[in-house]
């Protein structure tokens, strides 16, 4: 089963910059592309429900952002390397937490920020940003 899985996470001040990358695991016995899904970034953060960051599209439409980072974070993708990224600058304390990417078959962009859209789920990225 395709599990996406984040990396690129760590500790980094207030201003900086981070980016994350969103990979099918390489644990799995077959060989999955990300590039039929649109491919969403979520934030969990203790005690709080799961966050919609981002949202990147299996074609040309437009990203999709949380009004939080709008205009700090970008995300693209690379389906050469099947691999989805969000590079993150200005980071804020408030963007601290772990980041979950999932893929979503239907890439309904009028629903990227439900949660319920995404199938695939995998091990996220914790990201600290201290003050």
């Known amino acids: 089963q395709l599990q996406p899985v984040a990396s690129g996470g760590g500790l980094v001040h207030s201003g900086g910059s981070l980016r994350l990358t969103c990979a099918p695991s390489r644990h799995t016995l077959e060989y999955y592309t990300l590039d039929p899904y649109a491919i969403g970034w979520f934030r969990q953060v203790p005690g709080k429900e799961r966050e919609a960051v981002s949202a990147?599209?299996?074609?040309?439409?437009?990203?999709k952002y949380s009004d939080s980072v709008k205009g700090r974070f970008t995300i693209s993708r690379d389906n050469h390397e099947n691999e989805v990224y969000v590079q993150r600058d200005h980071l804020k304390p408030e963007d601290s937490g772990i980041y979950c990417c999932?893929?979503?078959?239907?890439?309904?962009?009028?629903?990227?920020?439900?949660?319920?859209?995404?199938?695939?789920w995998g091990r996220g990225a914790s990201v600290t940003v201290s003050s």
């Open positions: 990147i599209m299996y074609d040309d439409r437009p990203a």
């Open positions: 999932a893929t979503d078959k239907w890439g309904d962009e009028t629903k990227w920020s439900d949660r319920t859209e995404y199938g695939h």
